[in-house]
């Protein structure tokens, strides 16, 4: 049920934050920041590494998710090109780009942590909260991030 969840969160996080990860090709484009076109060439080069699996599910596509799983491995592409916009890096910030699956960067697991938080954030907490005028509020990175590695308002460095 957990992994559900997330993954329902993921698919409402994709869409919210990142219109322009929609887009396949990069022809023509101007970005609305300077890492998109290294992004798109992870994420174009990872097309092609799933060309064929697109529709399997992200977990029968993709080795060591830990936290995602049970929804179609094309959109985990979508996720993560938004999840790097709102944090404003690249792929090279959490992942080893030679080998995706690997753990030794400390910010991948970070990310991990902060989906699951967020994820308990908008089901246990956000639709408690009588009065708001948004029937189904959300929160995802660029909540806090807004584009930046560190958020807005720093409590400790």
Not at 20 to 46: E, F, M, P, V, W
Not at 93 to 106: A, G, N, R, V
Not at 132 to 152: E, M, Q, W, Y
Request: charged share 25%.
């Amino acid at each position: 049920m957990r992994i559900y969840s997330v993954a329902a969160i993921l698919v409402i996080s994709v869409f919210l934050c990142s219109a322009s990860a929609r887009h396949s090709s990069t022809a023509g484009r101007t970005y609305g920041d300077s890492l998109q076109a290294d992004r798109d060439k992870y994420i174009n080069s990872l097309r092609e590494l799933i060309k064929g699996r697109e529709k399997m599910t992200v977990d029968s596509v993709f080795k060591n998710l830990k936290v995602l799983g049970g929804f179609p491995a094309e959109n985990l592409l979508l996720a993560m090109n938004s999840w790097s916009r709102a944090l404003g890096v690249s792929c090279g910030h959490c992942h080893e780009t030679s080998q995706w699956e690997l753990d030794t960067k400390p910010d991948k697991d970070i990310a991990r942590q902060m989906s699951v938080m967020s994820t308990r954030i908008n089901q246990e907490m956000l639709k408690n909260i009588k009065g708001l005028k948004n029937d189904r509020p959300i929160i995802n990175c660029t909540s806090c991030h807004n584009g930046k590695l560190k958020p807005a308002l720093k409590i400790n460095d």
